[in-house]
């Protein structure tokens, strides 16, 4: 994944994924295109799905129970 694309916005990324979806599901792309519009879904969908993956670990909190062990709990602001 190259530097621009970690530095893309989820909703960035997302849009240009449904577009290049979009151009896949017309079928009006050469094989060359075609294949090249596939790569750039999958780095795209990739990075989609780190981020939400990055999101979900700042809402959740990682604490210790009683018995030492480690649970996560859904991020509460008002704590």
Do not use: H, W
């Not at 596939?38 to 981020?51: F, N």
């Not at 999101?55 to 704590?79: H, W």
Request: proline share 4%; hydrophobic share 35%.
């Amino acid at each position: 994944m190259t530097e621009t694309n970690k530095q893309m916005s989820f909703e960035a990324a997302l849009g240009e994924l449904e577009k290049l979806v979009q151009e896949l599901e017309r079928g009006q792309l050469d094989l060359d295109d075609a294949i090249s519009a596939y790569e750039r879904g999958t780095a795209l969908k990739e990075l989609c799905r780190q981020k939400l993956a990055d999101a979900q670990m700042r809402v959740e909190k990682l604490s210790v129970n009683a018995a030492g062990e480690p649970r996560v709990e859904p991020f509460d602001p008002s704590r």
